[in-house]
Structures are given as structure tokens and as C-alpha cells.
């Protein structure tokens, strides 16, 4: 394959991209402020915001090698037809109990269909365009992000969580109706048997294991910017507009610059080592300035993290494709989406363990001084080999 994937085949990847980001952050947003009786305490709150992301670590890896095994396309379908029956099973049922049932197979279905995605977005195009196909991909989760809580927030007020959930179960819908008219089939490949012996070399080669450190990196850094953020805003004193806007820039600038990132790879102004190096400065001096008071330091921080989280993915996903044989590639996505998980649930515990000891400002310095630390390393290296 010489040319890209026409954009009627990468749509629907785009739109699935979107779907899990939309999804995840559009309910765990709402669900705090929802006062009815399936949201009894913060105990509840924090099992029900738990369950998605639990489910995407134990899953991830799971659905990604059966994707290798039956192609990627039944899996991608499978899953985004079961986003929406969860969905649609809190709608019809409304009640505590099957919350967490729709909660859990939300989770459990973005676990086939997200992995699944990314490595159609790998088989479809050539390596050559890979920054640009994951950059573009990259961007509509971003936008899934950055719409969720707010687009979520208005539909929660408007009619409720039932509401939300049948957003998501047309939306799932949707999508899929959509992928099993455009997406073409990918056979899966020939595979030499592979041992568990043969699975941990390659997992721990330097070739997936960098990228997938960087975007785990990122995911971290990501999360703690828009579950940290706000609170550094209110206590200097800033209202709910103010903090909001600062994660608005963050997710915006993330989206900006994915594409960009991608584009620069492919046409090699830009390369993975360099770009990727480049992001994790980016996104530890946006924690630095995290540290700074007012809003200039809110704000400097999220358009900082934004950029460098955004360079990051793309050039990440894009050098695991490329490194990866194209009969492991969904084992692959699943494995580095569960690095992603990792970095977004121990980010935030790491600066909330820092600050619960001193200060938040010490939690955003160490988790910048952590960023710094590999490509400084990579650097000092560079310099003894020369």
C-alpha cells in the first residue's frame, strides 16, 4: 500500500476514537454532580469512576490479541455495538444497580474497540503516513475529551444521566453502522507461534518499550493537568470560568497539535527520537510552571502540557506501528493502551501523594522533574558515545 486510506475508511476510526474519549470523560465529569441514588458518596463515586478504566486494564491486551487472531474489524465491530448496548441498559433499567452493570460494559467495550482502531489506523495506511494517520486520529480523541464533560454537563442538566447514556448508545450505534459500511476487511496474517517467553522479549524491547514509557508519560501529565489544574485555580482565588478555560486550553492544544506533529514526521522534518525528547520537555516544563502562581502559571501549564502531550501520541503510536510486524499489531496496541491506563491512573496518585505529604506544588514538580529525567539521560548518553 502506497497511498493513504481514502477518508471514508478512516472516518469511522476517527469517529470510534472519539466515541471511547467522549465516553470516558463525558460521564466520570457528571457523575460527581448527579444527586440521585445511585451516587450515594465518594466511596460510590470513586468505584463507579474506577470501573471503565479497571476494565480497560484487565481488557486491553485480552481483545487487542484477538483482534490479531480474527482481524480487527469483527473486533472494532463487536465492540462498538456492545459500547452502545451498555449504554442503552442504564437508559431502559435507570436504576443503582445498573449503572455499574452499563458502567462495567462500557469499559469492557471500548477495551475491544479502541485498540482494535488503532490498528486498523496502522494496516490501512503505509508507514510512510502513519504520523499523519495517528496525528488525525489523535485529534478527534482530543476533541472527545474536550467536548465530554462539557457537552456531558448539558445533557446531565437537561434530562438527566438517562439522557447522557442514550447519547452514547446512538452514538455507539452510530459508528458502528457506519465502520460495517466503510471500513474495509483486514484479514489477520500468518504468525509463527509465539511463546510467553517470546511475548516479554519483545514487550520489553527498547523499541516498544520507549514509546509506550512516553505516551504513558503523557497520559500521566494529561491527567493530573485536568484533575489538578482546576484546584491550583481555585485556591489563587480563580472562579469555575477561569479554571475551565484552562483545561479547555490544555485539550485544545493537545488537538492542535497531534496533526501537526504527525504531518512533520511523515515529511521528516521531524523525528520520532527528537519529537518525542522534545514533548516530554515541553510537558515538564508545563508542570513547572504549574508551580507558578495565578493564572498566568494555570494557563502556561496547560497550553505547555497540552503541546507536549501532543506531540507525544502520534509520534508514540507511530513508532510502535512501524517497529511492530503487522500480525502483532493489535497485540501491541493493547499493550501500550494498557501503559496509557497505567500513566493515567499513576499520575494523578503520584502528585496526590506528593501534596498529601507537603504541597501540590511539590506534586507537579516531581512528576515534572520524572518527565525530565529520560531525555536527560538520553542526552548525557548521546554525549559519553560521542
Same mark, same amino acid.
Not at 135 to 156: E, H, M, Q, R, W
Not at 230 to 244: D, I, K, N, Y
Given at each position: 500500500?502506497?497511498?493513504?486510506?481514502?477518508?471514508?475508511?478512516?472516518?469511522?476510526?476517527?469517529?470510534?476514537?472519539?466515541?471511547?474519549?467522549? %465516553?470516558?470523560?463525558?460521564?466520570a465529569a457528571n457523575l460527581g454532580g448527579f444527586s440521585a441514588d445511585a451516587v450515594t458518596s465518594l466511596l460510590v463515586l470513586g468505584g463507579?469512576?474506577?470501573?471503565?478504566?479497571?476494565?480497560?486494564?484487565?481488557?486491553?491486551?485480552?481483545?487487542?490479541?484477538?483482534?490479531?487472531?480474527?482481524?480487527?474489524?469483527?473486533?472494532?465491530?463487536?465492540?462498538? !455495538?456492545?459500547? !452502545?448496548?451498555?449504554?442503552?441498559?442504564?437508559?431502559?433499567?435507570?436504576?443503582?444497580?445498573?449503572?455499574?452493570?452499563?458502567?462495567? %460494559?462500557?469499559?469492557?467495550?471500548?477495551? !475491544?474497540?479502541?485498540?482494535?482502531?488503532?490498528?486498523?489506523?496502522?494496516?490501512?495506511?503505509?508507514? &510512510?503516513?502513519?504520523?499523519?494517520?495517528?496525528?488525525?486520529?489523535?485529534?478527534?480523541?482530543?476533541?472527545?475529551?474536550?467536548?465530554?464533560?462539557?457537552? +456531558?454537563?448539558?445533557?446531565?442538566?437537561?434530562?438527566?444521566?438517562?439522557?447522557?447514556?442514550?447519547?452514547?448508545?446512538?452514538?455507539? &450505534?452510530? *459508528?458502528?453502522?457506519?465502520?460495517? =459500511?466503510?471500513?474495509?476487511?483486514?484479514?489477520?496474517?500468518?504468525?509463527?507461534?509465539?511463546?510467553? =517467553?517470546?511475548?516479554?522479549?519483545?514487550?520489553?524491547?527498547?523499541?516498544?518499550?520507549?514509546?509506550? &514509557?512516553?505516551?504513558?508519560?503523557? @497520559?500521566?501529565?494529561?491527567?493530573?493537568? *485536568?484533575?489538578?489544574?482546576?484546584?491550583?485555580?481555585?485556591?489563587?482565588?480563580?472562579? @469555575?470560568?477561569?479554571?475551565?478555560?484552562a483545561v479547555s486550553v490544555l485539550a485544545a492544544c493537545a488537538a492542535v497539535v497531534q496533526p501537526r506533529a504527525g504531518r512533520a514526521l511523515?515529511?521528516?522534518?521531524?523525528? $520520532?527520537?527528537? +519529537?518525542? $525528547?522534545?514533548?516530554?520537555?515541553?510537558?515538564?516544563?508545563?508542570?513547572?510552571?504549574?508551580?507558578?502562581?495565578?493564572? $498566568?502559571?494555570?494557563? @502556561?501549564?496547560?497550553?505547555? @502540557? +497540552?503541546?507536549?502531550? %501532543? =506531540?507525544?501520541?502520534?509520534?508514540?503510536?507511530?513508532?510502535?506501528?512501524?517497529?511492530?510486524?503487522?500480525?502483532?499489531? +493489535?497485540?501491541?496496541?493493547?499493550? !501500550?493502551?494498557?501503559?496509557?491506563?497505567?500513566?493515567? &491512573?499513576?499520575?494523578?496518585?503520584? *502528585?496526590?501523594?506528593?501534596?498529601?505529604? $507537603?504541597?501540590?506544588?511539590?506534586?507537579?514538580?516531581?512528576?515534572?522533574?520524572?518527565?525530565?529525567?529520560?531525555?536527560?539521560?538520553?542526552?548525557?548518553?548521546?554525549?559519553?558515545?560521542?
Amino acid at each position: 500500500m502506497s497511498r493513504p486510506a481514502p477518508a471514508r475508511q478512516m472516518g469511522p476510526l476517527y469517529a470510534a476514537g472519539f466515541t471511547t474519549a467522549f %465516553g470516558a470523560h463525558g460521564i466520570a465529569a457528571n457523575l460527581g454532580g448527579f444527586s440521585a441514588d445511585a451516587v450515594t458518596s465518594l466511596l460510590v463515586l470513586g468505584g463507579l469512576l474506577a470501573l471503565y478504566d479497571g476494565a480497560e486494564v484487565v481488557l486491553k491486551p485480552v481483545f487487542g490479541s484477538l483482534a490479531d487472531r480474527i482481524g480487527a474489524r469483527p473486533v472494532l465491530l463487536g465492540g462498538l !455495538a456492545g459500547f !452502545a448496548l451498555a449504554s442503552a441498559v442504564y437508559v431502559v433499567a435507570d436504576s443503582p444497580g445498573w449503572l455499574w452493570a452499563a458502567r462495567l %460494559g462500557q469499559g469492557a467495550a471500548a477495551s !475491544a474497540f479502541s485498540p482494535s482502531a488503532s490498528a486498523l489506523v496502522a494496516r490501512l495506511n503505509p508507514a &510512510a503516513k502513519h504520523g499523519r494517520a495517528f496525528g488525525s486520529y489523535g485529534f478527534y480523541k482530543s476533541i472527545g475529551y474536550t467536548l465530554g464533560p462539557l457537552l +456531558g454537563g448539558v445533557l446531565v442538566w437537561v434530562g438527566g444521566l438517562r439522557l447522557l447514556f442514550a447519547v452514547l448508545a446512538v452514538l455507539g &450505534a452510530a *459508528v458502528a453502522c457506519w465502520a460495517a =459500511l466503510a471500513v474495509p476487511a483486514v484479514p489477520p496474517l500468518p504468525k509463527a507461534r509465539q511463546t510467553l =517467553l517470546d511475548l516479554a522479549r519483545r514487550l520489553a524491547d527498547p523499541a516498544f518499550l520507549a514509546p509506550t &514509557a512516553a505516551l504513558a508519560a503523557a @497520559t500521566a501529565a494529561l491527567s493530573v493537568g *485536568v484533575g489538578f489544574l482546576p484546584v491550583s485555580g481555585r485556591a489563587a482565588g480563580l472562579g @469555575t470560568v477561569a479554571t475551565g478555560a484552562a483545561v479547555s486550553v490544555l485539550a485544545a492544544c493537545a488537538a492542535v497539535v497531534q496533526p501537526r506533529a504527525g504531518r512533520a514526521l511523515d515529511a521528516g522534518r521531524l523525528t $520520532t527520537r527528537g +519529537g518525542i $525528547t522534545a514533548g516530554l520537555l515541553l510537558t515538564s516544563a508545563g508542570l513547572a510552571c504549574a508551580t507558578l502562581p495565578g493564572l $498566568t502559571g494555570v494557563l @502556561t501549564a496547560a497550553a505547555l @502540557t +497540552g503541546a507536549g502531550t %501532543g =506531540l507525544i501520541t502520534p509520534l508514540g503510536f507511530a513508532a510502535l506501528a512501524t517497529s511492530t510486524p503487522q500480525e502483532r499489531l +493489535g497485540q501491541t496496541m493493547g499493550a !501500550a493502551e494498557l501503559g496509557r491506563e497505567l500513566g493515567d &491512573a499513576g499520575g494523578p496518585l503520584l *502528585v496526590a501523594g506528593v501534596a498529601t505529604l $507537603t504541597t501540590l506544588t511539590h506534586g507537579y514538580a516531581v512528576l515534572a522533574v520524572l518527565l525530565a529525567v529520560a531525555p536527560a539521560i538520553g542526552f548525557v548518553r548521546r554525549r559519553t558515545a560521542g
